[in-house]
Nanobody, 120 residues
Framework: QVQLVESGGGLVQPGGSLRLSCAASGDIFKIYAMGWYRQAPGQQRELVAIISYTGTTTYADAVKGRFTVSGDNAKNEVYLQMNSLKPEDTAVYYC??????????????WGQGTQVTVSS
């Protein structure tokens, strides 16, 4: 059983910073990539940033230059440093594990989500 657990969400003022963390646990052999998606009320879930096991990163245009994704392959953890936050960044942020390989299968997994609210 693989679980992804996020932490670090909360309320922050515009221009502020937050750091999200996500830890994957279970009988994990390898994870191809880990990253973050977000979903605002009434909106579709969208990619924020993702990092592969080789360190290759991909960012949504809306967060380039403000957000930084990083990971620790040995710990199966991924982080999202969010700076210069804007009200439009308000959403539930979901951790995503892409092609997580265990002893029984390779599958994609989601965390339960953590709320980020940017408001004065």
């Amino acid at each position: 059983q693989v679980q992804l657990v996020e932490s670090g969400g909360g309320l922050v003022q515009p221009g502020g910073s937050l750091r999200l963390s996500c830890a994957a646990s279970g009988d994990i052999f390898k994870i191809y990539a880990m990253g973050w998606y977000r979903q605002a009320p009434g909106q579709q879930r969208e990619l924020v940033a993702i990092i592969s096991y080789t360190g290759t990163t991909t960012y949504a245009d809306a967060v380039k230059g403000r957000f930084t994704v990083s990971g620790d392959n040995a710990k199966n953890e991924v982080y999202l440093q969010m700076n210069s936050l804007k009200p439009e960044d308000t959403a539930v942020y979901y951790c995503y594990g892409d092609r997580v390989t265990t002893t029984t299968r390779t599958w994609n997994y989601w965390g339960q989500g953590t709320q980020v609210t940017v408001s004065s």
